[in-house]
């Protein structure tokens, strides 16, 4: 007797699998993404006025070049000192999407040609909007020629909250300056990640070139002004 239920429970057993087997019968497959590698530089400078010329792109889905698949938009517009970005776009074909993005520098080819790039210690004095209760702190920051008058900060804000406060690089409200002709600077763009956000305002900024040194106010947080000193 015991022979018998042994062996109908091996026959459910084997039945089962079978049939979970055939219930999983093409699920279990392999997806290639597309790998998009772009050619040329990842940051790309353009005068003012003069077309972007792609550097050109390659795509591959596993071992099949998909490079004509690739769809291309931009938003860079070449009459206008800023800071653009062209997307690269594929699906494969299971439909899972794979992007890579180029940043594109539209500078003034007429701007100081100056590079003050580098490390900068940074004094930060912080006020209320009407100028009351000010505050100082010390940090760094960076700033890195991207073309010609173009420099990429890596804390407008001097580097208040990402390094005196210690909250990380997701706090360092990263931007763009632009050089003008008379040494003052001005706002490309702005973003802080942690926050999500941006400055509320920019304003007399300028390279003292006796000193070296760089300096603005920075509108944040509820109007505050962050009057940051950079000394190299």
Known sequence: MKK???LLSLIVLLGTAVSCEKESEGLSR???FIEIDLEGPATVAVPLGSDYQEPGYAAMEGENDVTESV???S???NSEIGVYEVSYTAING???PSTKTRTVVVYDPTAPDVDFSGTYSTTIIRTESDGSNPREYTAQMTLTMQGTGVYYVNCLLGGTYSLYYGYGPAYAMTGYVSLNSDYTLSLITSHVQGWGDSLEGFQNGVYDTETGNVY???IYAGAD????TGIK
Do not use: K, L, R
């Not at 002004?225 to 940051?228: C, G, K, L, M, R």
């Open 4 to 6: 018998i239920y042994y």
């Open 30 to 32: 392999i997806t290639h």
């Open 71 to 73: 769809e291309v938009e």
């Open 75 to 77: 938003n860079v517009d």
């Open 94 to 96: 299971d439909g899972f």
């Open 216 to 218: 603005w106010e920075s």
């Open 225 to 228: 002004t962050y009057a940051v």
